[in-house]
Nanobody
């Protein structure tokens, strides 16, 4: 089992940057694929980015490709989401998630079985 705690959310102007962090408990972090998902009020949860256990493979939603970068430091049990060129439509609660249910890089939110509590990101216009 793994516990996840996100940090780094906040209020930023459009065009700005934020870096989210997700700290994981346990000694098996390097065996989990990690992901970031977001949910805005009244909208469905969106799978934003994912990274394989080794960090060698990544996935990005079209909506964030070229602006967001997911990375991980297995020595620190931490996953990051660097968000650049933020837009008001990026406003949402961002969740970190983990899974060992699928090989490689997850593509769907249903593939995750561990979730953090979420961190709010608000982008003002």
């Amino acid at each position: 089992q793994v516990q996840l705690v996100e940090s780094g959310g906040g209020l930023v102007q459009a065009g700005g940057s934020l870096r989210l962090s997700c700290a994981a408990s346990g000694r098996t972090f390097s065996t989990y694929a990690m992901g970031w998902l977001r949910q805005a009020p009244g909208k469905e949860r969106e799978h934003v980015a994912a990274i394989s256990p080794s960090g060698g493979n990544t996935y990005y939603a079209d909506s964030v490709k070229g602006r967001f970068t997911i990375s991980r430091d297995n020595a620190k049990n931490t996953t990051y989401l660097q968000m650049n060129s933020l837009k008001p439509e990026d406003t949402a609660v961002y969740y970190c998630a983990a899974t060992r249910r699928v090989p490689g890089t997850p593509r769907y939110s249903a593939q995750y079985n561990y979730w953090g509590q979420g961190t709010q990101v608000t982008v003002s216009s």
